[in-house]
């Protein structure tokens, strides 16, 4: 695979299965090199594989998010807006019509929900505040008034005078839409009740509830005539809400962070006449509200569908919701299910593995146990016909911890070189997530330029116990401490290291570098001042490199206190003892530092602080900031720069590893 292969991929996503079973929507995102943007488009396919998958639109900028009425017969769709806005749309599905326009809105629309008697759409959308009236620009208006912590999101820019608020509006269209749940609180995840009176919503709308991140579940009057009412009990988070068919319960995914975070996410029933809840799964012991994959538990009959990562994988459960019903595996193996929806007794999967990008499946009801998925798309085969992708090996490396293996990945270079091979070590960020046991494009580029790609998931990550993932809490936490961030994680990542060099011989132990982004920038960073001697090169992107600065800088600012259980202001040198900055005199090895300039969740001053650090000291160092991205670039940013960033990347350990560099790589 070579960078200009960026311009090859095909994503899927969305699916969302007709009321009848029949038919699934879905979206493929492909990538425009020469306009710089991601076409989007819905496409149908039928359930038992009768018809080809056929594209359904094909906007100009871009269509998203579909949602079918409760008879079948219409699709919502939102479209976007070359400034940025969006039109929220209906069109005939096997039927005579025209699509109709229901709004238009200068902010992003989003999480369409039909009411049950198909005459109302629920979505999300962002709500200006007068301050947007007061003049033509930013320049002219008043001052933003900021009164709490959560005013930014990466990606969004100031959402303190734009909160994010559920709207309704005619599916005939005609009509404006009106507001049910509002500002200056923010609101997600709409949800009918079978009546069509009540929408159940996400949000957190009591006094400062702007000092923790957790949100609870509200229940709002379909005519925007009362204010929200609290449904679930302050204290863990509740997110994602469905209701159940009789209306009586709602399913939502919940967590109990309130007493230390991380916590694993379950499924959790409510009760809409009591707000009784009964937490489901718990027995797993696994995090059943991945990131990213996470969506509201599918009903089917008195059951529900939800997902559960382990191991790398992600697999699909059942559970029922009685008193001692045990959580049931439906699809399970080294994969992934990236999302999934179940209607009309079809249930639909967003399946992927190591070797290939996620495809939609069907998981046929009746099936033998085990039996393989049933294929239903194919849009990524030319891709993969022209890029092969074998899959790598996975290895048990025991934690220095004692307490359980660290699931660790090799995959060798597509070429191999006579003599040994150079290593890249790449990290996650997170840390409160998982690699994956999916196709990844970054590992591919890697192993075409001639490097074996070794990655783990430490101490920190989910994937594994509820223990594991708060193993690095700081260890003057009250409740759970840990070894904090540079501990245990350090440790199982060099351990994971080891156990690859050990494994495979032809691998070179004099040429190996470090890299990862976000949290994984972080590790990187600490590893190369505190461990001397164990790489040749490293590239820090995105990082934390000074965790009390970024405490007050970043957009989720008072999270780290919370992943910590103690806070800069009571503990300033807990904070400082574990920032790689405190140590950058000890960084032995040449340094490559990436950053997105409009990043808010790890502010370009992260990483201005380590380079200022660095060529004051004399060390090599070399800085590359991206403008007009986000904290996300390497994933969802500007074709072009993503392209940039890997050339970039594969130059610098071509330098410093001997790896083939981007202009020398043939195309096989």
Not at 524 to 545: D, I, K, M
Not at 592 to 603: M, N, V, Y
Not at 621 to 630: A, D, H
Request: glycine share 10%.
């Amino acid at each position: 695979m070579l960078p200009s292969d960026i311009g090859r991929l095909v994503t899927l996503g969305s699916p969302a299965v007709s009321p009848d079973g029949a038919s699934v929507a879905f979206t493929v995102r492909r990538v425009d090199l020469e306009r710089n943007s991601y076409p989007t488009s819905v496409w149908l396919a039928a359930v038992d594989g009768s018809s080809a998958p056929r594209r359904l639109t094909g906007s100009e900028h871009g269509d998203r998010s579909p949602a079918w009425s409760p008879d079948g017969t219409r699709l919502a769709v939102v479209t976007g807006r070359a400034d940025g806005g969006s039109v929220l749309r209906v069109l005939p599905i096997g039927t005579p019509g025209e699509p109709v326009p229901l709004c238009e809105r200068d902010e992003a629309v989003s999480e369409p929900a039909w009411s049950p008697d198909g005459t109302r759409i629920a979505f999300v959308s962002r709500e200006r505040t007068a301050r947007w009236s007061t003049g033509d620009d930013d320049r002219a208006r008043e001052p933003r008034r900021i009164d709490r912590l959560f005013s930014r999101l990466d990606g969004e820019g100031w959402i303190v005078d734009r909160p994010s608020s559920v709207f309704v509006v005619d599916a005939a269209g005609g009509g404006a839409p009106w507001i049910v749940a509002g500002g200056p609180f923010e609101h997600s995840g709409p949800a009918w009740s079978p009546d069509g009176r009540t929408l159940a919503v996400v949000s957190s709308r009591e006094p400062d509830w702007d000092l923790s991140s957790a949100t609870g579940i509200y229940l709002a009057d379909a005519d925007g005539a009362a204010e929200p009412r609290r449904l679930t009990a302050p204290g863990p988070t509740h997110h994602s809400p469905s209701w159940s068919p009789d209306g009586s319960r709602i399913a939502t995914l919940a967590a109990d962070e309130h007493l230390a975070a991380p916590a694993h996410g379950h499924p959790c029933v409510v009760d809409v006449g009591t707000g009784a809840e009964r937490v489901l799964a718990t027995a797993l012991d696994r995090q059943c509200s991945p990131i990213p994959g996470a969506r509201a538990p599918v009903w089917d009959g008195a059951d529900l569908l939800f997902t559960v990562e382990d191991r790398g994988g992600v697999h699909l459960y059942r559970v029922g919701t009685g008193d001692h019903d045990a959580p049931q595996p439906l699809l399970t193996g080294d994969r992934v299910v990236a999302a999934f929806d179940r209607a009309g007794g079809s249930t639909v999967v967003l399946l992927g593995d190591p070797a290939r990008i996620p495809q939609l499946h069907v998981l046929d009801d009746g099936a033998t146990p085990g039996a393989a998925p049933r294929r239903l798309t194919g849009l990524a085969d030319p891709f993969h016909a022209a890029v092969p992708a074998p899959a790598p090996a996975h290895l048990a490396v025991p934690s220095p911890a004692g307490d359980g293996d660290i699931d660790t990945w090799v995959l060798l270079p597509e070429h191999v070189a006579d003599g040994p091979v150079p290593v890249l070590l790449s990290i996650h960020g997170g840390p409160a997530t998982q690699y994956s046991s999916v196709w990844f494009d970054e590992f591919r580029l890697w192993a075409a330029a001639g490097y074996a790609v070794v990655w783990c998931n430490p101490h920190g990550s989910t994937g594994f116990t509820e223990a594991w993932s708060r193993a690095i809490r700081a260890p003057e936490a009250e409740t759970a401490p840990g070894t904090g961030w540079g501990g245990i994680d350090a440790d199982d990542v060099l351990a994971a290291l080891d156990g690859a060099l050990d494994a495979f011989g032809e691998l070179d132990r004099d040429r190996v570098g470090v890299l990862g982004g976000s949290y994984g920038g972080y590790l990187t960073t600490w590893l190369s001042a505190r461990h001397p001697g164990r790489f040749r090169a490293a590239c820090s992107e995105r990082a934390v490199n000074n965790i009390e600065s970024n405490e007050w800088h970043s957009d989720v600012a008072g999270w780290f206190h919370e992943q910590f259980g103690v806070t800069h202001l009571r503990d300033p040198g807990r904070y400082r003892a574990m920032s790689p900055v405190s140590y950058a005199a000890d960084i032995d090895v040449p340094m490559l530092l990436l950053h997105s300039e409009d990043d808010l969740r790890c502010p370009p001053e992260q990483a201005d602080a380590l380079f200022v650090a660095l060529r004051m000291l004399g060390k090599p160092v070399e800085y590359w900031r991206f403008p007009q991205e986000s904290h996300g670039m390497s994933r969802d940013g500007s074709p072009r720069h993503r392209m940039q960033r890997a050339r970039i990347i594969l130059d610098f350990f071509g330098r410093h590893l001997g790896g083939t560099r981007p202009d020398e790589v043939p195309r096989g």
